[in-house]
């Protein structure tokens, strides 16, 4: 989801504290995240903003420099979250700007949709605005290690950020501020603000703690992708007194016509790997034309496929062949097809199936004029 506010919104982003409960030497928010420091991560999901305003502790402010994108308005933070935050009010870029979005800097995984919830509720009317989830635990109280009490849920959350607020309400809820708070909502709140409750999202985390960044690393890893492919082939009866199926040779009273040595259900589950892939078809990567493949064993292509979905990071979930012909039979062999394919893809013999069904003499597999098959393949990327 891409987002482009309006106009005269700002954000600004708070990244001035120290980082204490997080340890590792280095500031949160400046240690490296998947390859990149946590607030540029930060600030790169804010890019739809035309101002962004960043504060960072005034010890930081070279390496801020160094590090951070040309485009955001740096500010130097004070000594509490509330303080910063009145920083880089009193130093916004540009007197048009009506509504401002606070985000905490070691929030880096915010996605689009949480700031656009807030975004949306702003443009709505709302003076004040803030993602949360509801508390969905029991909750306890306990002391030394003992549950003394419990605490009702119904109406509690887990307040997040980018707070977002009317540029007048917030100013007003700062100036009149006669303590510090935990974030803009509590401020706004005491200043008589009605805030509303925005969607928050569980991968929205504050990092927080040292195990926070194997959390948000562990958060930023690509998701599963399955795929799916099928593969269908037919090859005519020739001359010949054998059949190749699936790898095995079977004697038969015709053999199967083809350039190769016309492995039907071998073409059927190698089309079905590229299919998955969506990288073509048998064809296009041993075209028919070459002489090379006169006669080769279609084991050759079926490893091709094979090794091409490990190279691109996929292992196999199943595959599964149906011959469809009346003969010859297939039942006897299956067990020896899947061992014979599964050897060839590298896989796990019970990830195979191979079996058969006659077309109940309807059609040219019924008239024996030849042989079908189907297959199908999963493909998994974790
Ligand atoms: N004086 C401060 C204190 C905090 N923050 C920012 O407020 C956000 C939320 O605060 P928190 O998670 O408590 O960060 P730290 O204060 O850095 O952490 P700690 O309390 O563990 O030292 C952070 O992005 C932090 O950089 C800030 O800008 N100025
Ligand atoms: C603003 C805040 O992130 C809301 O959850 C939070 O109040 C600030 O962090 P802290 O851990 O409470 O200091």
Not at 179 to 186: C, Y
């Amino acid at each position: 989801m891409s987002l482009t506010p309006p106009e005269g919104f700002a954000a600004i982003i708070v990244a001035a504290g120290r980082g204490n409960r997080a340890g590792g030497g280095l500031p949160k928010q400046w240690r490296d995240l998947a390859g990149r420091p946590v607030l540029d991560r930060t600030i790169a999901a804010f890019r739809g903003f035309g101002r962004i305003v960043v504060v960072c502790h005034p010890d930081d402010m070279d390496h801020a420099q160094a590090v951070l994108d040309t485009a955001v308005t740096l500010v130097p933070g004070g000594d509490s979250r509330s303080a910063s935050v009145r920083n880089a009010l009193n130093a916004l870029p540009g007197d048009d700007i009506t509504h401002v979005l606070i985000h905490d800097g070691a929030r880096p995984l915010v996605s689009a949709s949480v700031i656009a919830g807030v975004v949306d509720a702003l443009i709505d009317g709302a003076d004040a605005a803030a993602p949360a989830l509801p508390v969905s635990d029991a909750l306890w109280r306990g002391t030394e290690g003992r549950v003394t009490g419990t605490q009702p849920r119904d109406d509690l959350f887990r307040a997040q950020t980018p707070q977002g607020f009317s540029l007048s309400a917030i100013r007003q809820a700062h100036d009149r501020a006669s303590a510090d708070a935990a974030d803009d909502v509590e401020l706004a709140r005491n200043a008589g603000f009605e805030v509303a409750i925005t969607p928050g999202s569980e991968d929205n985390i504050k990092i927080t703690y040292p195990a926070d960044f194997a959390r948000a690393e562990h958060l930023l890893r690509p998701r599963m992708d399955i795929r799916l492919g099928n593969g269908y082939d037919v090859h005519a009866f020739g001359p010949g007194d054998h059949v190749w199926l699936c790898g095995i040779q079977i004697p038969h009273d015709a053999g199967l016509s083809g350039h190769s040595d016309a492995d039907v259900g071998m073409h059927a589950l190698t089309d079905a790997i590229y299919g998955a892939l969506a990288m073509g078809d048998i064809g296009r990567h041993f075209p028919p034309s070459d002489p090379q493949w006169k006669g080769a064993d279609s084991a050759i292509f079926l490893r091709h496929a094979a090794e091409l979905a490990r190279s691109h990071g996929y292992r196999f979930g199943n595959a599964d062949v149906t011959l469809i012909c009346e003969a010859p039979k297939i039942g006897p062999h299956a067990q020896a097809m899947q061992d014979r394919l599964a050897d060839i893809m590298g896989l796990d013999p019970t990830r195979i199936s191979v079996k058969a069904t006659t077309s109940e003499k309807l059609g040219f597999t019924g008239r024996r004029e030849g042989i079908a098959a189907i297959a199908t393949a999963t493909l998994i990327k974790d």
